[in-house]
C-alpha cells in the first residue's frame, strides 16, 4: 500500500505494528509512504489504528516492530520534543494561564529563538488564522473555533515541515467545521506543509485529502485521492464506509472480461463491474452509488439496467430529492436526484422502474 515510491518518501512507514499488550495487533505491517507537501487523510472507524499510527509518528507511542521515517532518517528513537513536528489535537491542549501571544511564542522559546524574531514569527502566525486582534487575550475569553484557530497558529508558528491533527474540528458545530476545513486546505497547500490529518468523518476527509488512507482492524483498506475511493471502491468496507452506498446481494455466474453476470438472492439478474470477485459460484455484495440511479425513462443511457422498485419514502432535502424504494428484496435502497423542474415526484407504494449502467455497478467481496 505504498504511495509514493521509497526514494522521494517524506514520511515512510515500513512494516509498521503497534501492540499495547504483546498480543493483539492494533496496527498491522502497515506500509505508507507520503511525498513532501501532501495532504494525507487517515480516515476510519474507532479502534481502526488510525489513531495510534499519528501517535507512533508524533512520538507518543512507540512502534512494537517496523521503522518510521522523517526525511529519510529513523526516527523511532527520537523524542517527540525533537522531531520538529507541529501538532494539533481536538481538545486545544492550550495552557490556560497564558495569553494567545506567549502560548504561540512558548514553543519558540523552548527552540531559543530570540525576541525580536519571536514577536515577528508569532504576529505573523496570527495573521495567518486570521487572529491578530486577540494576542492579549486568554484561552477562557476565547470561542470554541477561536481557541482552535490559535492552536493551529501554534502548530504553525516554528514553521515544521510536517503538521499532525488528530479529530481538530470534532467540538465544533457545522458550519465553524466546514469553514475551517477549508481554511487548513488553503493553509496547508499555502505554506507547502505535509501535513497528517486524522478523523472519522467522511466528508472532512473526502473535502480536504489530496489522499486518503482507509482504516479498519489496523489495516490500511484502500489509499487513493478522494474521487477514486468514492467512485472506484477496492472492498465492500470501503464502499460501505465512505458516503451513501446501495448493495444487492447474490452470486456470480460468469465473468467476461471487465462485465460479470450477478444472480440476486430475490432471482434477478444484473451486470456488475467485478472488481473484487474471480470465479463463477463466489458470492459477491453489488455495489451502486445512489446518484448512480435514475428513474426518468426519458434520461436512461443506452446499455442500461432497469429493474422493478417500490416508493417506500420520498424525501424533499432542498437541492436533492431522497427516495427510498424496495429493490430485489432490500427496502433500504436509496436514489438522489437534484431538484430540477422536470424530476418527476413519487408517491410512496408507486411501482417504478429504475436504471443505472453495468459500469457504474461494482461486484465487491460478500
Keep these: 500500500m505504498a504511495g509514493s515510491s521509497a526514494n522521494d518518501a517524506f514520511v515512510a512507514f515500513e512494516r509498521v505494528q503497534k501492540s499495547y499488550d504483546g498480543e493483539t495487533l492494533v496496527v498491522k505491517d502497515l506500509n505508507l509512504t507520503m511525498p513532501k507537501g501532501e495532504f494525507l487523510t487517515m480516515l476510519g472507524p474507532s479502534g481502526s489504528g488510525k489513531t495510534t499510527c499519528l501517535m507512533m509518528l508524533a512520538g507518543f507511542e512507540t512502534a512494537t516492530h517496523g521503522e518510521i521515517l522523517l526525511d529519510g532518517k529513523p526516527i523511532n528513537n527520537i523524542p517527540p520534543h525533537k522531531r520538529g513536528i507541529g501538532m494539533v489535537f481536538q481538545n486545544y491542549a492550550l495552557f490556560p494561564h497564558m495569553t494567545v501571544a506567549e502560548n504561540l511564542s512558548f514553543p519558540l522559546e523552548v527552540r531559543k529563538i530570540g525576541k525580536s524574531e519571536r514577536e515577528e514569527k508569532v504576529r505573523r502566525a496570527l495573521d495567518m488564522v486570521q487572529m491578530g486582534k486577540f494576542e492579549s487575550r486568554r484561552p477562557a475569553q476565547l470561542s470554541g473555533g477561536q481557541q482552535q484557530r490559535i492552536a493551529l497558529a501554534r502548530a504553525l508558528v516554528f514553521e515544521p515541515e510536517l503538521v499532525l491533527m488528530d479529530e481538530p474540528l470534532g467540538a465544533l458545530d457545522k458550519q465553524l467545521r466546514e469553514t475551517l476545513q477549508f481554511e487548513i486546505t488553503r493553509l496547508a497547500h499555502d505554506l507547502g506543509i505535509t501535513t497528517v490529518y486524522v478523523t472519522h468523518d467522511q466528508t472532512e476527509a473526502l473535502t480536504m485529502s489530496d489522499r486518503v488512507a482507509v482504516f479498519d482492524d489496523g ?91 417500490e416508493v417506500m419514502e420520498f424525501i424533499y432535502m432542498g437541492d436533492i430529492f431522497r427516495t427510498r424504494l424496495r429493490v430485489a428484496g432490500n427496502d433500504e435502497f436509496v436514489v438522489k436526484t437534484r431538484n430540477a423542474p422536470d424530476q418527476v415526484r413519487l408517491k410512496p407504494g408507486q411501482h417504478i422502474d429504475i436504471g443505472w449502467l453495468p459500469q457504474d455497478c461494482r461486484a465487491l467481496d460478500a
Excluded: M
Aim: glycine share 6%.
Design 219 to 309: 489495516r490500511i483498506q484502500q489509499l487513493a485521492p478522494p474521487d477514486v475511493l468514492y467512485e472506484q471502491p477496492q472492498n465492500s468496507f470501503v464502499a460501505q464506509f465512505i458516503g451513501e452506498n446501495n448493495t444487492l446481494e447474490g452470486v456470480v455466474q460468469e465473468i467476461k472480461g471487465d462485465i460479470c453476470t450477478v444472480k440476486l438472492d430475490d432471482g434477478e439478474v444484473i451486470d456488475a463491474k467485478p472488481v473484487n470477485v474471480s470465479k463463477p459460484g463466489e458470492r459477491t455484495r453489488v455495489s451502486i452509488r445512489p446518484e448512480r440511479v435514475e428513474f426518468n425513462k426519458d434520461r436512461l443511457q443506452p446499455g442500461a439496467h432497469t429493474l422493478k422498485a
